[in-house]
DNA sequence: CCAGGCGGTGCATTCAATGCACCGTATCGG
DNA sequence: CCGATACGGTGCATTGAATGCACCGCCTGG
């Protein structure tokens, strides 16, 4: 998450062992991961524990696992680390300097166009600031910002909407995708049975795409029946250049522009309403300067995107 | 706010020096007060600064003084200490300790009868449940909230709401409290222009009960003359037992079975709507177990007290 | 103008944290 | 059944980061 790992501050070197401990899953790997000895990291987590007043790991014999105890001390730590993050970008930022640190996981129809625009954007602005970008399916990303790895998440109809908190959502219909001479290529307005009635190229269970692709197909008693199923959204943009099938995305991940040889309407509103896109944090989390700027701009263009 | 400082964790010790510097204004005295030498304690914050990256006092010719970047830092260290509480408070309930430790800003309405009565019935069910109850106005109860200083706060008709979490509501009406022989104790309905034609003794502007009542009286083309003004409630509840004056007080801070030689009315709401006492806790915190358990008792004895 | 209090610094000291060697134990593979 | 192995834990010597002491230059208030 962090630039240098060597930037960390000294006084949460115990918890950060910690980590590396419950990372490692045994005292002495996680020693050696650290470069110090087994025997000092043991006595540091013997001293912490100590002071903190029970056990944080369960000694097994083949090594230790985190107890309940221990996991809310790393979500503590964690949340410390952060806060912390941010606190130095806010200092930063009000001594001028606008450096900043920030990290995304988003779906992946997020990576072809728009992120690298957002981001080639902010930092034109802001050269001091950071990114790093996690590609995650809609419930790793809400893992992600509880745990604070990762600090935003923009993604396609999240499931479970505990401890995310939206910041902006845009409606996103589904949209086929096929080759500029596919048959379907002159229809005027695009039906789901169009579609599935030609060979097709589906995302997996896990995205959103397919399942309102699947709820939509059980509505009208059909079922998607993919020739390839795939977790790429990359592959089926380009597969459906080489095999005449349809493929499925959102419109934030295509562009008319960009991809010449293929075209893609939405398919109609009468067989599948739009899903949303949503921009989010992890809830009630004060978020760093350049982070909360950048969430800003994100969601702008995000309006911006939905007007035209 | 904790109960022993020596409880205190040691790797936050380079924090709780520099919140000692803050409040001592130099060096050589937060030192003093620390049992530690000043070129000890100067190393420490430079040490800080240092692995921190900036100044976080300004250095005068007579002491040193927080500048913004080490409001931000304290504010930071703060926040971890009260989380690190709550982390320790919920391990310990999980190991079924109960034990912990409650702080409560509140009104002095609370203090006669509600709050003895509230802190009592839940020590009995968990001795090892420790409080502190601080006594504030309703601006300084929030400011204690946002500097972790109290866990709740019980207050009415706080002003400013910014970071003030509500987690509970009742309404709570204005009423009048005079001696029993009291030419008003005989009026059926009591109305404002008959307490305002008879001497009183009201509290301070910086009250709700007050605000309340000049709000009520300009309406009606009157003003608060009060032959007493004070900042005690309890100066209040005794004095209109020796002049036969009329008082001001809610009625969570009255009881007619404790205090038989004197009487309360509500003021009709023809004249006053009535004001609300709230409960809250600063936005976005987690509270400790034994403090949201207790939250809770009191919520539910505050709809219980308006149900009857 | 000087006495006192301030932040800062060189130097010797100390003690908490570390590395090393080793113990007892549980597991796994032959 | 029995070495080989990896684990957590501990006594002991060592080391280096943090401390205390003495002192500097500075500024202010009387």
Redesign the interface.
Known sequence: MHRLEAEQ????E??RLIEAIARAGSIRKAAEDSNITASALNRRLGRFEH????QIFERLPRGVRLN??GE??L??YR??RS??AR??S???D??GVRRGHVTIACSQALLPFFLPEQIAAYRNVHPGVTFAVNVRDREQAEAELVSFRSDLALVFEPRVLVDFEVLHAIPQPVCALFARDHPLAGRSELRLRDCLDHPHIAPAQKYGVRGLLDMAAKRVGRSVTPVVETESFELIRYYVRQERAVGFQIPIGLSSELDTDMVFRPISDRDMPPGNLLLGQMR?RVLSVATSRFADQVALALVKMSDA
Chains 1, 2 share one sequence.
Request: hydrophobic residues 50%; aromatic residues 8%.
């Open positions: 501050v000294q006084h949460l115990t918890f002071e903190f007043g029970s309940p105890a809310l001390v979500q503590h949340a410390q806060d912390l606190v130095k806010q200092v930063a009000l001594a009630g």
